[in-house]
């Protein structure tokens, strides 16, 4: 039997083994905590971003000192319990019950330093749980803010002036007819696709200087109604010689009482102006309208953009007026020439042209780019980024224009195995492939080779591009299966081009490609409409970090886009609901439907541009918007354009007899 104190030293001891097991259970509660973005910048919380790394550090070494700790218990413990079995069955030496006292009195201590550890490490989760908690508010309210200011900008776009300008003379009755027969379904059209249209009209009919009643009027009217009964009112007549009063007509134009931010002048004639420099037609004057330059006055109309554009098309009835046009552009002049030759190409015309000119007005709001997050937090002064020094070479490199042969890591999404998956962000792994037949465990890292041409070939709003090749065995690179084109982010400094970004990046685009093989192989796509591919994107990183400053340590890869296709490069759509109907193409639009159908509305791929070659779209940087607007950067606008978007396709869709 055990003594009085052997059985007091064998209670002891199991109740600190039992409630070693429950200390041990809770000491790696810091693994819930999620990463701090390295690039996030500090907002106005009360932990700045390098204290939040001296925290984490801390912590970090908060639960390795908890760890070693727990490890020379549980040796203790377990060398404590063998004791104690010899004790049990009669077996201990003096020595072996001298060391369990010692073991019992050690344990005591350990189990106080193991407690006060694990307190310690609960204080510093809570704090950091709180900062990441405030810093993720932070940058909720920033997106928020920014999504509200595209809604703004969008709705200034879709702000628009259209007036016509147009020749109202004899043989003019049927064209003039023409725009207060079409000018109701025009304005309903481009407001299905463009749903806070906000539209004024005018009208401005010319005739010959020998007419008395020279010119009619009708200054910017929001009514369609009122703008159809004053141009039902004019009446086609007059005229002397060939040219007409152009000139005096643009005039009056630029008297409108133009302030909407897209405008948009329709030009409309089957006669050129006067002035023997436009045309080799019998001109009763010239030298042109007296008094008037009409130069001096298209440029005033073609210049009259206020805060956002003016776009100034001819429409294009008959070839009298050729010679005039060629004479604009002579002289700098351009004007966007369409057809208005007979009733339904007034339609068509119009109603795309206020579209491409919304859009216009759009991307002139944005900088000419979609919106993209390289830091997510608010701005100050001294993190500004700057612009790198670059200049586009658009041929292949020659042998002594690529960089040095560079080691590098590459990154690469998982495979998605099914649609819900998308519901939360992608977990990455190292490649020993570029090409993804063959994936390393998530924590290996894989090495391959790269070069890149030392100056990019094209340029986007945001990002530069490189030809580039990737391989396995650096003896391998020149081969063509290595060719590769490299994007990475125009400017650079804090937090551009960390990794994350380019993570997002590739996370958006291998998201597509999975939902693009879905459709692909779905009653979503009918027999008659092409299939979609999704470029592979990868991350490469050079291990060498002489580049980091400079901003051209990191990239996105991704196949090279087949050359020679059924068109050149084309921009399809963007992420506020924009297409482009010169370019329209069912299989596009119901792709961009069935992702937000397929995903319950949670997601939908957007922004589509690329190529296409022999019946196949190849697309290429999509953007995803997402309910949850804190996933996929800036240029996800969450589901309020998720609406914007839907709404223009499913319109689109209907228009076109797709539905």
Not at 213 to 236: H, P, S, Y
Not at 300 to 319: D, H, K
Not at 472 to 493: I, M, N
């Amino acid at each position: 039997m055990l003594s009085k104190d052997n059985e007091t030293s064998l209670t002891m001891l199991s109740m600190e083994l039992s409630e070693f097991s429950v200390i041990e259970e809770d000491c790696y509660v810091l693994d819930e905590i999620e990463e701090v973005d390295d690039e996030a910048e500090e907002h106005d919380g009360e932990i700045g971003a390098s204290d939040m790394k001296m925290l984490k550090g801390e912590a970090s070494h908060a639960k390795q000192s908890t760890s070693m700790l727990l490890a020379a218990l549980e040796a203790d413990m377990s060398e404590a319990q063998d004791l104690i079995n010899k004790l049990k069955n009669g077996t201990a030496t003096a020595t072996d019950k001298s060391r369990v006292l010692d073991l019992k009195k050690k344990i005591s201590k350990s189990r106080s330093a193991t407690e006060a550890g694990k307190v310690r490490e609960d204080k510093l989760k809570t704090t950091i749980r709180a900062e990441e908690e405030s810093r993720r508010e932070a940058f909720r309210k920033i997106k928020i803010r920014q999504i509200k200011g595209m809604v703004n900008s969008v709705k200034k776009a879709e702000s628009v002036d259209l007036a016509f300008i147009v020749d109202a003379t004899s043989s003019m009755g049927p064209h003039i007819e023409a725009v207060k027969k079409n000018i109701i379904a025009i304005v309903t059209q481009v407001k299905g696709s463009n749903r806070s249209l906000s539209l004024r009209l005018a009208f401005v009919a010319y005739r010959d200087l020998c007419d008395t009643n020279r010119f009619e009027v009708l200054d910017f009217v929001k009514d369609a109604g009122r703008f159809q009964t004053f141009v039902g009112g004019i009446r086609a007549s007059g005229g002397g010689d060939t040219p007409e009063d152009m000139a005096g007509g643009i005039q009056h134009a630029n008297a409108l009482s133009w302030r909407q931010a897209t405008r948009v002048a329709f030009i409309v004639a089957d006669c050129p102006c006067h002035g023997r420099e436009f045309h080799s037609l019998g001109d009763d004057h010239p030298n042109g309208t007296p008094g008037i330059d009409i130069k001096k006055e298209l440029r005033a109309l073609i210049g009259n953009c206020g805060e956002g554009t003016m776009s100034v098309q001819f429409g294009r009835i008959t070839a009298f007026c050729d010679s005039m046009i060629a004479r604009f552009v002579q002289d700098g002049i351009h004007l966007n020439v369409v057809d208005f030759s007979n009733e339904l190409k007034v339609k068509t015309s119009v109603t795309s042209s206020v579209r491409k000119s919304i859009f216009k007005t759009m991307s002139l709001a944005s900088g000419g780019t979609k919106a993209v997050s390289f830091d997510e937090g608010p701005k100050r002064k001294s993190r500004k980024a700057a612009l790198k020094p670059y200049s586009i070479e658009p041929r292949l490199p020659k042998s002594d224009e690529w960089t040095p042969v560079a080691s590098v890591k590459v990154y690469q999404n998982k495979r998605i195995k099914s649609i819900n998956d998308l519901q939360a962000p992608l977990s990455f792994g190292m490649l020993s492939y570029f090409d993804g037949k063959t994936k390393t465990d998530e924590t290996k890292e894989s090495k391959m080779f790269l070069r890149r041409a030392k100056a990019p070939f094209a340029e986007g709003g945001c990002r530069l591009a490189y030809h580039a090749e990737l391989a396995r065995k650096e003896k391998s690179l020149g081969a063509p299966k290595t060719k590769v084109v490299l994007k990475c982010f125009k400017h650079h400094g804090f937090g551009v081009n960390d990794r994350i970004q380019y993570l997002r990046q590739m996370e958006v685009s291998n998201i597509a490609r999975f939902l693009a093989k879905e459709y692909n192989n779905s009653p979503f796509r009918p027999a008659h409409c092409a299939r979609i591919q999704v470029l592979m994107s990868c991350v490469v990183e050079e291990e060498d970090d002489a580049n980091e400053k400079d901003g051209n340590r990191r990239f996105c890869a991704e196949e090279v886009l087949p050359s020679d296709g059924d068109m050149d490069f084309t921009k399809f759509s963007n992420n506020t609901g924009y297409w482009d109907t010169d370019n329209m193409d069912e299989t596009l639009l119901r792709f961009t439907k069935f992702t937000h159908e397929a995903t319950n509305s949670y997601l939908m791929v957007t922004d589509l541009q690329g190529v296409k070659k022999n019946g196949k779209f190849y697309l290429t940087d999509p953007v995803i918007l997402c309910r949850d607007i804190m996933r996929f950067g800036n240029t996800n606008l969450g589901e309020t354009f998720m609406i914007e978007c839907m709404g223009s396709t499913e319109h689109f869709m209907k228009e076109n007899g797709w539905s």
